[in-house]
């Protein structure tokens, strides 16, 4: 195994800047670096060190050395932390320094892949240091935190376990007893095995909500121009982030701004104001709206509660109807504001009646935002399946599962039972990489940041 480094801290300038080495030349190439060939801290312990330039005295940085030895490290490793001053001409330095002495520059997620291949964790809890970087929110990086420390692990060993014990009986059974299985293994086997189904029921059950935790939601707000969009788009981020004026079109193009609501986080998303125009950057804007329009997961049609509906309200309407929409109408301070008779005779969607002015129907929005994704409770909602692999694999398993289930209440040999009890096993061990291929890894890898 050669030796890598890495920055293991964000490009560009910071009080501190960190870089990692690991593997088994670690050692001698940060002695070369720092100028001393018997330099070997406590494990553990930081110490300051001069970093010198390759081949002379003259002195890079002052930086605190951090050693990791095999295989109490991340990665399993002797692993070297450098803590320099965040200044990239410092770092690019040190890190070329040790690409001279002899280290490879890591490939992104390469220290968690060999944290990996070492036995340190397993790859669901690897894919949790990931989504614990990239979480949006403090419910995201709850939940992820709660896989890193094993929990996903945990949940399946259970199910695992149930279906290893149920392939030694059935294999024993063809390997060594002529008859077949008594009728009381059978309802054994039987119930181990609707036991097995309901768990991984249970668990798959909960992506619904825990998806949302980790990837969000893309909101977006449509309708014709001077409606209220981007005061509600403000009134939402509590921050005057899009311009508004009396003007109509005063919005040209999309802004999005991310917000959190009950823990899921939420890419919000003005836009220009939909109508005919002969303006060419106006012209673009709408099209630049109908884009976001097709990408977003909910869709807030705002209206002008306070004017009949216009040809513009109606085509806005009518290209949401095929998305998951609701029906804002704003300005319900205006006296002239009629909420019933328009929310009765025009709209199919659920109708929220707002004032961009005086806030009021503000909570209501955000509710109404949630709504159609189910109930998000952040704070009770325990272990959640966050990742769409975890997902898919739990129903594979569950569906090869039921299917011997139902070969064995037909009356089917061990021989086809057991068909399916190693395939759901082996896709149970996928989610934790027992049984992963290379190629799955290396497409898991590749969404990780470099240095991690």
Do not use: W
Request: charged residues 25%; hydrophobic residues 40%; glycine residues 8%.
């Amino acid at each position: 195994m050669d030796t890598i480094v890495a920055l293991g801290t964000p490009a560009g300038r910071s009080a501190i800047g960190v870089i990692r080495l690991s593997g088994p030349d670690s050692l001698g190439i940060v002695r070369s670096i720092v100028g001393d060939t018997h330099f070997k801290p406590e494990p553990s312990q930081s110490v300051l060190r001069s970093i010198r330039s390759n081949g002379s005295n003259s002195i890079l940085d002052r930086a605190l050395v951090t050693y990791f030895p095999a295989p109490n490290s991340y990665t399993g490793e002797d692993v070297f932390e450098i803590s320099c001053h965040g200044s990239p001409v410092i770092l690019r330095q040190v890190v070329d320094l040790s690409l001279g002495l002899g280290a490879r520059l890591a490939g992104p997620g390469e220290f968690t892949l060999r944290a990996l291949s070492n036995g340190k964790l397993d790859l669901s809890q690897a894919e949790a240091i990931r989504d614990l970087i990239n979480a949006q929110t403090e419910a995201g990086a709850q939940q992820a935190l709660r896989q890193l420390m094993g929990e996903l692990s945990a949940r399946l060993q259970g199910p695992q376990q149930k279906l290893i014990q149920t392939i030694v009986q059935l294999e024993s059974a063809l390997e060594f007893v002529e008859d077949d299985l008594p009728q009381l293994r059978k309802q054994h086997i039987a119930r181990e095995l609707a036991d097995v189904a309901t768990d991984l029921d249970r668990l798959a059950s909960t992506f619904e909500v825990g998806h949302l935790l980790r990837d969000g939601l893309k909101v977006t707000f449509a309708g014709r121009p001077n409606v209220g969009k981007s005061s509600l788009f403000n009134m939402l981020l509590a921050s005057e982030r899009a311009i508004v004026t009396e003007v109509p079109g005063t919005t040209r193009d999309t802004l999005t701004e991310r917000i959190s609501l009950d823990g899921v986080p939420i890419l919000l998303t003005d836009t220009a104001g939909v109508r005919d125009s002969t303006d060419r950057i106006e012209s673009m804007g709408v099209e630049r709206t109908r884009q976001a329009m097709a990408e977003a997961d909910l869709l807030v049609v705002v209206i002008d509660g306070s004017e009949d509906l216009r040809a513009e309200d109606l085509s806005v309407l009518s290209q949401a109807r095929s998305a998951r929409h609701i029906v804002t109408l704003n300005k319900s301070d205006v006296p002239s504001f009629d909420l019933l008779e328009k929310s009765r005779s025009s709209f199919e969607a659920r109708t929220i009646s707002v004032s961009a002015v005086t806030g009021y129907g503000l909570e209501t929005l955000r509710a109404a935002i949630l709504e159609p994704f189910g109930s998000v409770d952040s704070s009770n909602a325990g272990f959640l399946i966050t990742d769409a692999r975890h997902y898919d694999l739990l129903l594979r398993a569950r569906a090869e599962v039921q299917s011997s289930f139902d070969l064995l209440q037909g009356g089917a040999s061990e021989e086809l039972v057991v068909i399916g009890l190693h395939n759901g096993l082996r896709f149970l061990g996928q989610i934790t990489g027992e049984t992963t291929t290379e190629e799955i890894l290396s497409e898991i890898f590749a969404t990780f940041c470099i240095g991690k």
